[in-house]
């Protein structure tokens, strides 16, 4: 059932048009920061052929295309995951999927498994640009899966917020200004963490661009992943709960 509820919803994204516009500007952008990433690496290459341990194409190209990407996506998930829950309100078929003989769980995960697979479908068609550089030239190969796992994680962490900020409320607007919100906090919580004593620690780990540039360095550390987990599987709870709550309520 979650399967199907999935297949559903990532049906229901290539049926609007804001998809397709989304995936068609989203190409071109990154295509263009691709280019002149490249051109970069052109320029500096006869400096760095004689410095030892000198960054490679993986560090120049791929790595900050992959950071650029990351951030990006943060700006176009909430306009993605905006109509989860709040088109089901606003149609009113929420109340016919909630009496439905199907799980709050399986609900949540289908919807969520569902936003996942179009934005595993992005990461797809961004990774193409960075393989295509084997065509002529050597990648650092784990940096290039550390980046692009970093980035997947990522993007499922996009998708958990964006759902349970969907089940909160009837108007697509809202819930992607109010998700924009939280993961714009949660980019930038760490930037005060200098100057709040005794807050240097936590906030760098509540921050989501400090665990995706760990990974971005080609540093793979079970530490990142299961704050990407757990940051998840609280969302993806929260969101349960929520529904869970309306279905008692009427």
Known sequence: MIFTIAIRELKNLFLSPLAWTIM?????????????QLDTFVLLQPRLAGIEGAPGV????????????????LLIA???????????????????????????????????LGVSLFFLLLLALLAAMPLALYAGTTL??????????????????????????????????????????ILMLLWIIDWSGDSQEGMTDLLPYLSLKTHFESFLKGLFSTADVAYFLLLIAAFLILAIRRLDQQRLTG
Request: net charge neutral.
């Open 140 to 181: 650092d190969a784990g940096k290039l899966a550390a980046g692009l796992l970093g980035l997947a994680l990522l993007l499922a962490a996009f998708a958990a917020i964006g759902v349970f900020m969907s089940s909160l409320t009837e108007q697509p607007v809202v819930a992607a200004i109010s998700t924009l919100g």
């Open 78 to 112: 909430p306009a993605i995951t905006m109509r989860v829950f709040s088109d089901e309100r606003r149609n009113r078929t929420l109340s016919l999927l909630l009496s439905a003989p199907v799980s709050m769980t399986d609900i949540v995960l289908g919807k969520f």
């Open 24 to 36: 068609a500007v989203l190409q071109l952008i990154l295509a263009y920061l691709f280019l002149a």
């Open 58 to 73: 993986t560090d120049i190209v791929v790595a900050p295309l992959l950071q650029t990407s990351g951030f990006l996506l």
